[in-house]
C-alpha cells in the first residue's frame, strides 16, 4: 500500500495581512509495520527514521504506540499509516506529519498530527475526529512566528485515498487568519516512480524550508512583527494529554462580531437572497472562512475566480466550468454533496434561478466587496465548440467524436471488458458489473428471438459489445454502424482477435447512409437515439423500420427525460459531454416509432439499472483515477468525474430514465410472429 503523492501545497493569510503562497512538492504514505527499503544504490533518496521524528526509540511504530498508550489508548496491533516527507539525500524537514491509528478491524481509533518548526522544534497533537476526518484541538505549539500561541485548529484530515485533501485552519478570536491544504493525487511508489520524483525534486526538503524562511521575510516586510517565542512544550517525546474538541460551532466568546465579515458568510447571504437557500453543503473560502451546516461535504471555493465565473455565468455551467478548473473542489463525498445541493433546490423550488434586478444589484454590490468583479475567465479548453447546422451530417460527426474518440484506452479504464457503454441489467442485488452487462446482452439477444443464420443490424454500435456477443453467442451475421473512427477500428481489431471476421461486419457510416432497401432480421440501438436530434427523430424512427424485414423486430434502448427538464441533459452535459444530445419523455418517444409503422409490443424501464451501472463506473473511474489523469489530464477527468456523478444522481432521483422498447414491424395483414407472452423473461 506504500505510494506517493503529488501534492498542491497551499497556505493563505487572511489577517493581518493577506498572502498567499502556492507550490507543489510529493510526499509518501506509507505503513509503519511495512516501510520501503529501496534498492541498496538508491536508498539515500527515500529513508525513515525514528529519529527524524518525535520519539525517544529506534522505531517509529513503537513511538506512536507509546504517544497513544499514554492518552489511554491501545490498538492492539492494528495499523498505523502515515503522510511524511522521507529523509532524502542526508536531510529531511517535516512541516507536518499525519498518523491513522487503526484497531485490528481496521476502526480508526485516533489521528496523530506531529508539527516541526524551523527552530527544530517538534509537538505532536491527538485528534479524534468525525466520520468526515474534521477535529478541533486547541493550539499550543509556536509555529510561525507571526501568530502566538493562541486559538485552535480546526482540521480536516481524512485518509488518503486514490486522492489527498488536508486543510489545516487556525482560528483566533472569531476569525480564521490562516489555512494550509493538501491537494494530491496518489502513484505507486515503484522505483521508477521514486526515481521520477527525484529527478523532478532532487532537493526538496532544503526547497521547502527554504520556501518557508523566504515568505516569512516577505511577510516581515509587508510589516508583521514577530510574536514572542514560548518554550517549547516540555514532553517531546510522548506527549502530554491533550483536549481535543469535536467539530462543533465556535463558542460564544470566541466568535465576536468582526468589523468585516468573512468571504464565506458573505457568500452565504449572496446565495440566501439571490437563490432564496440556505447552504446545503458547508462552504471554505479561499480566506478559510467557513459557513453552512457541519456534517457534510465540504464546497472548497479556492480563489475569487471561482465566483467570478458564477457571476458571468449563474448557472449550472459556471459552477462546472469552476470545478472543472480546479477553481472549486470538494472535500468529502461528492455524490452526497450533489445529492445534499439538490435536495436543498427542491424543498426551496429553486431548481432554476431567475434573478431580477434587485437580486442582481445586490449580487453586484457583494460581488464588488469581495473583490471577484473583473474579466471573464477563461473557458476551459475541454469544452465542445462545434461549428455547422445542427445535426447535419458533419457536425454529427464531430459531436460524436468529441464524446467517444476521446480515446479508446480512456474507455477501457472506465468500461467492463465488455466494452458495453449502456446500462446494464441487473439480476441479483450483488451481480457484478460485468456479469450485469452479459445479462443485458443476453435479454436484448432474447428479445429480438436471435437464431443462427439470422442478420442483425446495430445502429451506433459503440465498442461492439452486442454485436460481438451475438455474433458469439446466438451465431447470427451482425453488422455494425458508427461515426467513431476509433470504436469501429477497437471493433475491427476485436472481430480479428476473436475469428469473427466471416461473421461481424463493422462500417464507419452514418444512419442515413445504410443503402436503401438493405434489410435486416433484427434491428438495435442501444442509447444512440439520443444523439439524434428532436428534427430528425421522426426520419430515424422510419429508417430503422424500413432496415427491417416484415415480423422483424427492433430493440430500442433509450435514455428518457422527466418532462420539463433540460433535452440535452443541461448546459454541462450539452457543453462538455454530448453536445447536441435531445432526450425526450418516453410517450413522445413511442409516437415517432408508431408513426413510423411499427408496432410497440413491449417497454421495460431500467432506471434502477442504471443507478447501479454508473455506480460501478464510478468505482472503476476513482480506482484508476491517477492513470486516467496520465491519459487525459486533470481538466478532462474533473469533466468526467463531474458528469458520472451527475449522471448517477439523474436517475437516481427520477430525473432521467433508459428504457428497452421492443417493437416489430407486421405485415400490412398485421401478422407479427410475436408470443402472446414475454418468453425472453423467462432467460
Same mark, same amino acid.
Given at each position: ?49 525514528a ?151 532532487p ?21 508583521l ?63 478559510? @472562512?467557513? $459557513?453552512?451546516? %457541519?456534517?457534510?461535504?465540504?464546497? &472548497?471555493?479556492?480563489?475569487? *475566480? =471561482?465566483?467570478?465565473? #458564477? ?12 470545478y ?7 472535500d ?25 434586478l ?10 464588488v ?52 457503454? @449502456?446500462? $446494464?441489467?441487473? %439480476?441479483?442485488?450483488?451481480?457484478? &458489473?460485468?456479469?450485469?452487462? *452479459? =445479462?443485458k446482452?443476453? #435479454? ?79 434491428v438495435s ?82 432506471r ?32 468526467w ?26 405485415t400490412?395483414?398485421?401478422?407479427s ?11
Amino acid at each position: 500500500m506504500n505510494s506517493l503523492y503529488e501534492i498542491d501545497i497551499r497556505h493563505v493569510r487572511g489577517a493581518p495581512v493577506r498572502h498567499q503562497v502556492a507550490h507543489r512538492s510529493y510526499q509518501w504514505f506509507v505503513d509503519l509495520d511495512d516501510l520501503p527499503r529501496l534498492p541498496w544504490p538508491i536508498r539515500s533518496v527515500a529513508q525513515f527514521r525514528a529519529t527524524d521524528h518525535v520519539g525517544s526509540t529506534q522505531s517509529l511504530r513503537a513511538n506512536i504506540d507509546e504517544f497513544l498508550g499514554a492518552n489511554g489508548i491501545d490498538l492492539h496491533g492494528g495499523s498505523i499509516t502515515m503522510l511524511t516527507n522521507a529523509r532524502s539525500l542526508g536531510y529531511v524537514f517535516n512541516p507536518l506529519t499525519l498518523y491513522w491509528c487503526h484497531d485490528p478491524d481496521s476502526t480508526l481509533r485516533a489521528v496523530v498530527a506531529e508539527v516541526h518548526n524551523t527552530y527544530s522544534d517538534r509537538h505532536r497533537y491527538l485528534l479524534q475526529p468525525d466520520e468526515m476526518g474534521r477535529a478541533e484541538t486547541e493550539k499550543q505549539f509556536y509555529v510561525s512566528p507571526f501568530y502566538p500561541v493562541d486559538g485552535y485548529y480546526r482540521m480536516s484530515v481524512p485518509e488518503p485515498g486514490e486522492r489527498l485533501s488536508i486543510t489545516i485552519t487556525l482560528h483566533r478570536d472569531g476569525q480564521p487568519p490562516f489555512t494550509a491544504s493538501l491537494r494530491g493525487s496518489r502513484r505507486p511508489a515503484t522505483t521508477a516512480g521514486v526515481l521520477r520524483a527525484v529527478v523532478r525534486r532532487p532537493f526538496e526538503n532544503w526547497r521547502v524550508r527554504a520556501l518557508i524562511q523566504l515568505h516569512g521575510i516577505r511577510l516581515y516586510l509587508k510589516g508583521l512583527r514577530v510574536a514572542e517565542r514560548p518554550p517549547a512544550p516540555n514532553d517531546p517525546h510522548t506527549g502530554a494529554p491533550r483536549a481535543t474538541r469535536p467539530t462543533e460551532s465556535p463558542r460564544p466568546e470566541e466568535n465576536p462580531m468582526p468589523a468585516r465579515r468573512a468571504a464565506a458568510d458573505r457568500i452565504a447571504g449572496i446565495v440566501k437572497e439571490s437563490a432564496g437557500l440556505d447552504l446545503p453543503v458547508r462552504i471554505r473560502a479561499w480566506d478559510g @472562512s467557513e $459557513a453552512g451546516p %457541519t456534517n457534510t461535504p465540504v464546497l &472548497l471555493i479556492n480563489n475569487r *475566480r =471561482a465566483l467570478r465565473r #458564477l457571476l458571468w455565468s449563474p448557472n449550472e455551467l459556471g459552477l462546472a466550468r469552476a470545478y472543472i478548473t480546479g477553481d472549486l473542489d470538494v472535500d468529502g463525498d461528492i455524490v452526497d454533496g450533489f445529492r445534499l445541493a439538490w435536495r436543498a433546490a427542491r424543498r426551496n423550488n429553486a431548481a432554476t434561478v431567475s434573478l431580477g434586478l434587485s437580486d442582481r444589484l445586490r449580487a453586484a454590490r457583494s460581488a464588488v466587496s469581495l473583490g471577484i468583479i473583473g474579466a471573464r475567465p477563461a473557458t476551459p479548453a475541454s469544452e465542445a465548440k462545434l461549428r455547422g447546422r445542427l445535426h447535419s451530417r458533419k457536425r454529427d460527426r464531430d459531436a460524436i467524436s468529441h464524446h467517444y474518440d476521446l480515446s479508446n484506452e480512456f474507455y477501457e479504464l472506465l468500461l467492463d471488458e465488455s466494452m458495453a457503454y @449502456s446500462s $446494464a441489467y441487473f %439480476t441479483s442485488p450483488d451481480e457484478t &458489473l460485468e456479469s450485469a452487462q *452479459r =445479462a443485458k446482452l443476453d #435479454l436484448i439477444c432474447r428479445k429480438l428471438d436471435l437464431k443462427p443464420g439470422m442478420r442483425l443490424l446495430d445502429v451506433g454500435c459503440g465498442w461492439g459489445s452486442l454485436i460481438l456477443h451475438a455474433a458469439e453467442h446466438y451465431g447470427v451475421q451482425a453488422t455494425g454502424v458508427t461515426l467513431s473512427q476509433q470504436q469501429r477500428d477497437f471493433v475491427a481489431k476485436r472481430v480479428a482477435e476473436r475469428g469473427l471476421a466471416d461473421r461481424v461486419t463493422v462500417r464507419l457510416q452514418d444512419y442515413r447512409e445504410i443503402p436503401s432497401g438493405e434489410t435486416f432480421d433484427a434491428v438495435s440501438s442501444i442509447e444512440m437515439g439520443e444523439h439524434v436530434g428532436q428534427v430528425n427523430y421522426g426520419s430515424y424512427a422510419a429508417t430503422l423500420h424500413d432496415h427491417l424485414v416484415p415480423t422483424g423486430r427492433l430493440l430500442l434502448q433509450q435514455m428518457s427525460r422527466h418532462a420539463g427538464t433540460a433535452p440535452g441533459g443541461g448546459a454541462f452535459i450539452e457543453s462538455y459531454i454530448a453536445p447536441d444530445m435531445h432526450m425526450r419523455p418516453l410517450a413522445e418517444t413511442l409516437g415517432f416509432l408508431e408513426a413510423a409503422g411499427l408496432e410497440i409490443r413491449d417497454v421495460e424501464a431500467m432506471r434502477e439499472h442504471y443507478v447501479r451501472t454508473v455506480a460501478g463506473w464510478i468505482d472503476r473511474f476513482e480506482r484508476r483515477y491517477d492513470e486516467v489523469t496520465s491519459l487525459v489530464g486533470e481538466e478532462v477527468a474533473r469533466v468526467w468525474r463531474l458528469y458520472l456523478v451527475g449522471g448517477a444522481l439523474s436517475f437516481e432521483e427520477g430525473r432521467m430514465g433508459v428504457d428497452q422498447i421492443l417493437a416489430v414491424r407486421a405485415t400490412s395483414e398485421g401478422e407479427s410472429s410475436m408470443p402472446a407472452d414475454r418468453p425472453w423473461a423467462r432467460g
